[in-house]
C-alpha cells in the first residue's frame, strides 16, 4: 500500500463517525416527540372528562302576582279636532294657547267680524221695514173688518190677503235675520266642551276655511288614557277595571290607571290587541304623545318565577333544564302563566325545589353530568336575573350571553 491510499483512508473515517451521531440524535428526538404527544393526549383525555360549571337556581312556591306588560303611548281618550263651522275667514284673535284648561262656550279664536256684521245690520233693518209694512197692512184689514158693510166683498179680501202675505214676509225676514246672526256668532270658535287644548295651528291673519285642517285639539273633558299593543295569548287574561302601573322616561313616580277598555278584534297581521288604560287628567307630566310602559296586575297565581334565560323553547315545547340528585341534566316542561318583574311566571311543571340551570342551558345536553358552581346556588329567581355565560371558562366550552338563550319571550 502506497502513502497515497493510507491519506485517503486517514481522511475518510471520520465522516463515518458524524453519519452515525447525527443518526443517535434524530432517534432521541423522534422518542421526545412521541413521548410529549402522548402526554398531549392525556392532559386532552383529563380536560375532556371535567363536567362544566352551571349555576343554578332553587325557587320557592308560592302565591306569584301576575302581569302583563306592555308598551304604548299617551293620548287623550276623546281627540276632538275643532275648526271652522261657517264660511270662514280671516283669524283675527287667537285666545288660548296648548295646555289651557277650557269650558264648553269659551271662545278659543275669532275671525274677522265685518262681512257677518254687515249681514245682520241688513237683515235687520229688511225686517223692521217688513214688520211696518206687516203693521198697515193689519190695520187696514182691522178697519175693513170692523165696517164690513161699507166694504166690498172683493176689498175686503184683498185687505185680509195683504195682512197675510205682510205677516209671512216679516216671519222670512226673522228666519234671515236669525241666520245672519248664526253666521256672525260662527265668525267666534269655540270649545264644544270642558277640556284641555293638546294643539293649536291657528295664527292671527291666517285664512280658516270650513272642512280645512283643525285649528285646535281639544282633550275633552281632560281626560287622558294609554294605549298600548298586547300579544293575543295575554288578552283573555285582562279585564276591565284591573289596576295598572304606568311608567314614562324621565318620571321616577309611576301612575295608578285602570283599564277601561279591551279591544274587541285582533290585528290579523301583527296578532296584537288594544288596551286602554285611563290615567288621572290633573298631572301635568302626562303629556299625549309620550313614550309608556305599563304592567298590568292580572291576579294572584301559584306558581314560580324563573329569570327569562332559564325558560327554554324549541319545538317540542317549553321547557326547563334542571340538575338532578345525579348531577345531571334533566329536561322539564313547564308552562309560562305569564311576566314577572324579575321573570317569568311559571304554573305548571316545577314543585318549588328543583335546582334550575339559570343561564347557558342551551349548551347543555339531557343527560350531561355537572356540577354547580361554587356559590351559585341561589334561593330565589331574582338572585340570577342578569349575568353572562352561566358555563365555567375552565369546562373548555364557550360561554353564551343571557340574552342568546332567552327563547320564551315576556308576554
Same mark, same amino acid.
Given at each position: 500500500m502506497n502513502d497515497e491510499s493510507r $491519506?485517503?483512508?486517514?481522511?475518510?473515517?471520520?465522516?463515518?463517525? =458524524?453519519?452515525?451521531? +447525527?443518526?443517535?440524535?434524530? *432517534?432521541?428526538?423522534?422518542?421526545?416527540?412521541?413521548?410529549?404527544?402522548?402526554?398531549?393526549?392525556?392532559?386532552?383525555?383529563?380536560?375532556?372528562?371535567?363536567?362544566?360549571?352551571?349555576?343554578v337556581v332553587v325557587p320557592s312556591l308560592g302565591n306569584v302576582t301576575a302581569t302583563v306588560s306592555l308598551t304604548g303611548q299617551i293620548s287623550a281618550q276623546n281627540d276632538m279636532p275643532i275648526g271652522v263651522e261657517g264660511d270662514g275667514g280671516r283669524i283675527s284673535a287667537v285666545l288660548v294657547e296648548p295646555g289651557d284648561h277650557v269650558r264648553r262656550g269659551q271662545v278659543l279664536a275669532r275671525l274677522n267680524p265685518l262681512t257677518a256684521q254687515s249681514q245682520v245690520d241688513s237683515?235687520?233693518?229688511?225686517?223692521?221695514?217688513? @214688520?211696518?209694512?206687516?203693521?198697515?197692512?193689519?190695520?187696514? #184689514?182691522?178697519?175693513?173688518?170692523? /165696517?164690513r158693510d161699507s166694504f166690498s166683498k172683493e176689498e175686503f179680501e184683498r185687505r185680509r190677503t195683504a195682512a197675510l202675505t205682510a205677516q209671512a214676509k216679516v216671519k222670512a225676514a226673522e228666519a234671515q235675520l236669525s241666520e245672519a246672526q248664526t253666521r256672525w256668532q260662527r265668525t267666534s270658535v269655540v270649545a264644544p266642551s270642558d277640556g284641555i287644548v293638546l294643539t293649536r295651528a291657528a295664527e292671527v291673519g291666517q285664512i280658516a276655511l270650513a272642512g280645512g285642517p283643525p285649528l285646535f285639539r281639544l282633550a275633552r273633558d281632560g281626560q287622558i288614557e294609554m294605549r298600548g299593543q298586547v300579544a293575543e295569548q295575554d288578552m283573555p287574561r285582562l279585564k276591565v277595571g284591573q289596576t295598572a302601573l304606568v311608567r314614562l322616561d324621565g &318620571?321616577?313616580?309611576?301612575?295608578? $290607571?285602570? &283599564?277601561?277598555?279591551?279591544g274587541a278584534v285582533i290585528d290579523t297581521v301583527t296578532r296584537q290587541g288594544? *288596551? %286602554?288604560?285611563?290615567?288621572? !287628567? /290633573?298631572?301635568?307630566?302626562?303629556?299625549? +304623545?309620550?313614550?309608556? @310602559?305599563?304592567?298590568?296586575?292580572?291576579?294572584?297565581?301559584?306558581? =314560580?318565577?324563573?329569570?327569562?334565560?332559564?325558560?327554554?323553547?324549541?319545538?317540542?315545547?317549553? #321547557?326547563?333544564?334542571?340538575?338532578? /340528585?345525579?348531577?345531571? &341534566?334533566?329536561?322539564?316542561? &313547564?308552562? *309560562? !302563566?305569564?311576566?314577572?318583574?324579575?321573570?317569568?311566571?311559571?304554573?305548571?311543571?316545577?314543585?318549588?325545589?328543583? %335546582? *334550575?340551570?339559570?343561564? !347557558? +342551558?342551551a349548551f347543555l345536553r339531557t343527560g350531561e353530568a355537572v356540577q354547580v358552581a361554587p356559590g351559585a346556588l341561589a334561593g330565589s329567581s331574582s338572585d340570577s336575573g342578569g349575568g353572562g355565560g352561566g358555563v365555567d371558562a375552565n369546562s373548555k366550552r364557550p360561554a353564551a350571553s343571557a340574552g342568546a338563550n332567552a327563547a320564551v319571550s315576556a308576554p
Open positions: $491519506g485517503w483512508r486517514i481522511l475518510r473515517s471520520p465522516s463515518r463517525g =458524524v453519519l452515525i451521531g +447525527g443518526a443517535a440524535v434524530a *432517534v432521541v428526538a423522534i422518542l421526545l416527540v412521541a413521548r410529549l404527544g402522548h402526554s398531549s393526549d392525556d392532559a386532552a383525555g383529563k380536560d375532556q372528562n371535567v363536567p362544566p360549571l352551571v349555576t237683515a235687520a233693518a229688511t225686517l223692521d221695514e217688513l @214688520r211696518a209694512s206687516s203693521a198697515a197692512a193689519q190695520a187696514e #184689514y182691522a178697519r175693513a173688518e170692523g /165696517a &318620571v321616577a313616580q309611576p301612575f295608578t $290607571g285602570k &283599564v277601561w277598555q279591551v288594544m *288596551v %286602554r288604560i285611563a290615567l288621572p !287628567a /290633573a298631572d301635568q307630566n302626562l303629556r299625549p +304623545g309620550a313614550f309608556a @310602559r305599563a304592567d298590568i296586575q292580572t291576579g294572584a297565581t301559584v306558581g =314560580v318565577v324563573l329569570p327569562q334565560t332559564a325558560v327554554l323553547s324549541d319545538e317540542q315545547g317549553t #321547557y326547563t333544564l334542571i340538575v338532578g /340528585a345525579d348531577s345531571k &341534566v334533566e329536561r322539564r316542561a &313547564v308552562t *309560562v !302563566a305569564g311576566a314577572h318583574a324579575d321573570g317569568l311566571l311559571i304554573s305548571n311543571g316545577l314543585s318549588g325545589n328543583e %335546582r *334550575v340551570v339559570a343561564i !347557558a +342551558g
